[in-house]
């Protein structure tokens, strides 16, 4: 599977975004709950059952955790330590790998029941070919009847002008602002923070890029991966996504790598 070049959004996140996610999410409590509820309405319910939950691109676990209070044995996987130090600390039997979420069969070993990749966290890779990637190598760790789930931003419709600023949050010490500059395949997102030092303000900006990601070609990406579509959902700007792995268990063996640098 290739390396692909995710520097731009490292960057990013190490240098302006990490530090102010717990903030950005407001009352942590509360996403927490809201996170349970969406992978509830993707179809995953408290395991009745061990089973083991694979989050890529976990971050500070806003799904990670709930996937855990589930009864889930959980790994994840996310390129930012310090996010991923968030997790631990919330939830110390979370398994947390630090890399790339396109070389999760090098860092982990399946067969995962439940492997999700939600948020916003398809549309930060690359190029489509990542994305593919990153289904190919879920669908390798998926066990036979295990689910996918996938959730992104819909980008399809092209802001223009003022609208293209929108406040993330504010309150008396931070403003955090962004703006969407849309190119053909991919959207340029700038964040501006707002802190406060003393009597006067400071600012610091960082810009990094989004994919554009239909639905169609994400449910061809599936396809092409072998995974079944079990649902598929436009709403409230977001699009989400769950497929199946459908194959039989003694198919497992021959698809599944021998030689994964195991965690």
Same mark, same amino acid.
Request: charged share 20%; net charge negative; aromatic share 6%.
């Given at each position: =599977?290739?390396?692909? &070049?995710?520097?731009?959004?490292?960057?990013?996140? &190490?240098?302006?975004?990490?530090?102010?996610?717990?903030? =950005?999410?407001?009352?942590?409590?509360?996403?927490?709950?809201?996170?349970?509820?969406?992978?509830?309405? !993707?179809?995953?319910?408290?395991?009745?059952?061990?089973?083991?939950? !694979?989050?890529?691109?976990?971050?500070?676990?806003?799904?990670?955790?709930? +996937?855990?209070?589930?009864?889930?044995?959980?790994?994840?996987?996310?390129?930012?330590?310090? +996010?991923?130090?968030?997790?631990?600390?919330?939830?110390?039997?979370?398994?947390?790998?630090?890399?790339?979420?396109?070389? #999760?069969? %090098? @860092?982990?070993?399946?067969?995962?029941? $439940?492997?999700?990749?939600?948020? &916003?966290?398809?549309?930060?890779?690359?190029?489509?070919?990542?994305? %593919?990637?990153?289904?190919?190598?879920?669908?390798?760790?998926?066990?036979?009847?295990?689910? !996918?789930?996938?959730?992104?931003?819909?980008?399809?419709?092209?802001?223009?002008?003022?609208?293209?600023?929108?406040? $993330?949050?504010?309150?008396? %010490?931070?403003?955090?602002?962004?703006?969407?500059?849309?190119?053909?395949?991919? $959207?340029?997102?700038?964040?501006?923070?707002?802190?406060?030092?003393?009597?006067?303000? %400071?600012?610091?900006?960082?810009?990094?890029?989004?994919?554009?990601?239909? @639905?169609?070609?994400?449910?061809? =990406? @599936?396809?092409?991966?072998?995974?079944?579509?079990?649902?598929?959902?436009?709403?409230?700007?977001?699009?989400?996504?769950?497929?199946? &792995?459908?194959? #039989?268990?003694?198919?497992? #063996?021959?698809?599944?790598? #021998?030689?994964?640098?195991?965690?």
């Amino acid at each position: =599977m290739p390396d692909f &070049d995710h520097r731009e959004v490292t960057t990013h996140y &190490d240098q302006l975004l990490a530090p102010l996610y717990a903030w =950005m999410l407001g009352d942590l409590g509360d996403a927490r709950r809201t996170a349970k509820l969406e992978l509830e309405r !993707l179809g995953v319910t408290r395991c009745s059952s061990p089973k083991r939950a !694979l989050d890529l691109g976990a971050g500070l676990g806003l799904h990670a955790v709930p +996937l855990a209070e589930l009864g889930y044995e959980v790994t994840a996987i996310d390129t930012s330590p310090e +996010l991923l130090a968030e997790l631990r600390q919330a939830r110390p039997d979370v398994n947390t790998l630090t890399g790339d979420l396109t070389l #999760a069969p %090098q @860092l982990t070993r399946g067969p995962f029941d $439940v492997i999700v990749c939600l948020g &916003d966290t398809l549309t930060h890779l690359e190029s489509r070919a990542a994305v %593919q990637a990153a289904i190919g190598g879920a669908r390798q760790l998926l066990a036979p009847g295990g689910l !996918l789930l996938l959730t992104w931003r819909d980008y399809s419709q092209a802001r223009s002008g003022a609208s293209r600023f929108f406040l $993330v949050r504010g309150d008396a %010490q931070r403003i955090l602002t962004c703006c969407l500059g849309y190119e053909a395949e991919r $959207v340029e997102v700038t964040d501006i923070v707002h802190e406060r030092r003393g009597d006067g303000w %400071q600012m610091h900006a960082s810009a990094y890029h989004k994919l554009r990601l239909s @639905l169609p070609e994400v449910e061809a =990406m @599936l396809s092409a991966a072998g995974l079944s579509l079990a649902q598929s959902e436009h709403a409230s700007g977001w699009l989400r996504l769950s497929a199946a &792995d459908t194959r #039989a268990a003694d198919t497992r #063996a021959a698809d599944t790598p #021998a030689t994964n640098t195991l965690a």
